[in-house]
């Protein structure tokens, strides 16, 4: 069964906005991961940033955040001051156990 | 310096045919992956290999298999290769398997057309 879900499968956003990109998770485990991935046009996945479930903050790097609510059991992306490179796929994923699974992803436009 | 490299990045081949997508990290991970990404980019892990354990996705047929001469690769053999092959194949590589410690780098892939 699928774990991760991200509801929005296409999103825009204007250039220098700022946009969330909603991911859902569920899993029984007390320990456990939360990534987010971009996938440009290019193809190649990218790691962007990772929060712990044990994490009492919530992880910034740069111009990405996660917005981690654990009871709702949601880490959502944000990206602020958009830019016209942001324009990707972006994947939210979870390891838990031994395992590793991908949300379905958003593609996420970003307009001038 | 390439962290996860991935051969070939493109291969054609006809249907039936064996053939091999070599995987390669420099990182001195333990854990190495491949994922399957269909047309529709949705991104499903085949396996998980390190030096202790492989754990096979079960819905993997069994004309997959990896092979690891060692800690720094884990080559990917398909025999036998059907349409529905067709896919973009990820190598992926992790210092650790424990859950929650375990951020994955990724290869660049290697789209695979079985014509």
């Known amino acids: 069964a699928q774990k991760i879900t991200q509801t929005q499968p296409g999103m825009f956003v204007q250039e220098k906005e700022a946009v969330t990109l909603d991911c859902t998770y569920d899993?029984?485990?007390?320990?456990?991961?939360l990534f987010w991935y971009k996938q440009p046009s290019s193809g190649e996945m990218i790691f962007l940033i990772y929060?712990?479930?044990?994490?009492?903050q919530n992880a910034t790097e740069g111009r990405y955040s996660l917005n981690f609510q654990k009871a709702r059991k949601s880490a959502n992306l944000v990206i602020s001051a958009s830019q016209l490179g942001d324009s990707a796929m972006y994947f939210c994923?979870?390891?838990?156990?031994?395992?590793?699974?991908f949300g379905p992803g958003t593609r996420l436009s970003v307009l001038p | 310096d390439t962290a996860v490299s991935q051969t070939p990045k493109y291969l054609v081949t006809q249907m039936g045919n064996d053939k091999s997508i070599k995987c390669e990290q420099n990182?001195?991970?333990?854990?190495m992956y491949w994922y399957k990404q269909d047309s529709k980019k949705f991104l499903k892990i085949m396996f998980s290999?390190?030096?202790?354990?492989?754990?096979i996705n079960e819905t993997v047929p069994n004309r997959f298999s990896p092979k690891s001469p060692d800690k720094a690769h884990l080559n990917l053999h398909i025999n036998s290769l059907e349409l529905g092959d067709s896919a973009v194949y990820f190598c992926?590589?992790?210092?650790?398997?424990?859950?929650?410690?375990?951020?994955?780098?990724f290869g660049p892939g290697t789209r695979l057309l079985v014509l």
């Open positions: 992926a590589s992790s210092q650790d398997q424990t859950s929650g410690s375990g951020t994955q780098y």
């Open positions: 899993t029984s485990d007390p320990s456990y991961g």
């Open positions: 929060q712990g479930s044990y994490d009492q």
């Open positions: 994923a979870m390891d838990y156990g031994q395992n590793f699974v």
């Open positions: 990182l001195g991970h333990d854990t």
């Open positions: 290999y390190n030096n202790k354990e492989l754990i």
